[in-house]
């Protein structure tokens, strides 16, 4: 019961802070570590135009903008996703960015199971979230109360 009610009580306490899966933006991709990911340039065009892509290195945009060119196609695969292989993903035609796209690898985050007690009356209500899996590098967890 206890717990019950600080949930209803930090659910109260945090209007419009929506809990739930984040909106992912329309040029973010998402993948999962290991799987393999196509990354599309134009839905439709001239397909006699070379497609070139590239990728910005890590801390780039503060170091002048270095990019490192990956392939050319309209698609890009990338195969067996490492969390490093997160970033920004351009494609060019004839040196002029066409579309620019974010990708993002990481585990989808597991559903919390979170269980409250309090060991007598006058001491804390403790909560815990234990973990099945260890959660992607950038993962965030807050218990609003």
């Known amino acids: 019961l206890p717990a019950a009610l ?11 802070r929506p809990c739930g899966p984040a909106v992912l933006s329309r040029d973010t991709v998402l993948g999962r570590p290991g799987a393999n ?10 397909v006699n135009v070379t497609v070139s892509w590239q990728v910005e290195e890590r801390g780039a945009a503060a170091v002048g903008g ?12 990338l195969r067996r996703l490492r969390y490093e292989d997160s970033g920004r993903y ?7 960015p066409l579309r620019s ?9 597991e559903t919390p199971r979170v269980s409250c007690y309090r060991r007598s009356h006058d001491k804390d209500v403790l909560c815990e979230w234990p973990l099945q899996a260890k959660p992607s ?7 609003w109360v």
């Open 101 to 109: 796209l974010r990708l993002l690898v990481e585990e989808p985050p």
């Open 66 to 77: 270095r990019n490192r060119r990956l392939a050319e196609g309209n698609t890009l695969l």
């Open 37 to 46: 990911v196509t990354l599309t340039c134009r839905d439709e065009g001239p």
């Open 137 to 143: 590098p950038g993962t965030r967890a807050m218990l």
């Open 6 to 16: 600080l949930l209803r009580a930090a659910a109260a306490a945090a209007p419009g």
């Open 90 to 96: 351009s494609c060019y035609v004839g040196g002029r």
